[in-house]
């Protein structure tokens, strides 16, 4: 190959990827709305909540038990 084949631009396709309207420069896809965000700080408190109570029954169930539901 040439030098005038290597730096030949025109078969270096053009970005396809353009932003949406009302979004921010290098944005590609809007935010999540706000009831997404609700309904995962839901689901959040209560995946905590189920891990605090099982650190509460930590005397009621035997340590081995614990260790594999908290991974879980």
């Known amino acids: 190959m040439t030098d005038i084949e290597l730096r030949d631009e025109s078969r270096v396709p053009e970005p ?3 932003a949406a309207p009302a ?3 290098g944005e590609l896809r809007p935010h999540p709305s706000p009831l997404q965000y609700v309904v995962i700080a839901l689901v959040l408190v209560v995946i905590t909540s189920f891990e605090v109570s099982l650190y509460d029954l930590e005397g009621t169930l035997p340590n081995g038990a614990i260790i594999p539901l908290l991974l879980v």
């Open 16 to 18: 396809t990827a353009t």
């Open 23 to 25: 979004l921010l420069p």
